[in-house]
């Protein structure tokens, strides 16, 4: 069965709430991850689940969810682990097949690239980023191994989030069979749709295709 799972987090959130709402709607479980709570009550957005040490999260936004029904559970603020990590283990445990997040990648720099660690080796359940100001997602032998981007002109960029990465491209303006990339590689920055649809194909390795909201538009892709 597949279960997608909306992660909800708690980096700094610009964007209209109702984009929240709408992104729930297309998910099978949503999980606020701690301060997220408060953006799913802004959202209208009853989370089914909610994670953390509550650090972030107001009293009154964890009563308000907790009173509607919302499941909580609640870890010491003495952890190993981020409270996205855990999270991800428990959506893992609970049978999830894809998962994205929003309100993940703003914010402190050292949170958003401990985001990108954790949803590099998350890259077995496809990883999907939505954010006011970007998409992404994450491609992987182990999960999604390819990606098609429509949008003439439109501006992409893939990331390597490991050494050894290789990927073929076509339809973009630099495009390629077997182009190897090495971690945090500037070569996969800013690249352009010239014909629809560009393809984005992982062949080992795992990155991340970034693009704005307003230009690419993913199509049916390979799950893996």
């Not at 997608?4 to 709402?21: F, H, K, N, S």
Request: net charge negative; with cysteine; glycine share 10%.
């Amino acid at each position: 069965m597949i279960m997608r799972v909306l992660l909800v987090c708690a980096a700094p959130y610009e964007g209209d709430p109702c984009d929240v709402a709408e992104l729930s709607e297309q998910h099978e479980l949503v999980v606020a991850v701690d301060g997220g709570g408060a953006l799913c009550r802004r959202a209208g957005v009853l989370p089914d689940l909610i994670i953390g040490d509550f650090d972030s999260l107001p009293v009154a936004d964890l009563e308000h969810l907790t009173a509607a029904g919302s499941e909580v559970v609640r870890y010491s603020s003495h952890k190993d682990e981020t409270d996205l990590g855990l999270a991800l283990e428990i959506v893992r445990d609970r049978g999830a097949t894809g998962i994205s997040v929003t309100a993940a990648l703003s914010g402190r720099l050292d949170h958003s690239l401990a985001t990108l660690g954790l949803l590099a080796r998350a890259a077995d359940l496809s990883p999907e980023c939505y954010e006011p100001d970007l998409r992404a997602w994450v491609l992987s032998s182990s999960g999604r191994m390819s990606l098609g981007l429509t949008g003439e002109g439109a501006t992409f960029s893939v990331i390597a989030l490991c050494e050894g990465s290789c990927v073929t491209m076509d339809g973009a303006r630099w495009s390629g069979v077997s182009i190897e990339l090495g971690l945090l590689d500037t070569r996969g920055v800013s690249n352009v749709i010239e014909s629809s649809p560009t393809h984005i194909t992982v062949e080992h390795g795992t990155v991340l295709v970034f693009s704005s909201p307003e230009g690419c538009v993913p199509i049916a892709d390979n799950l893996g």
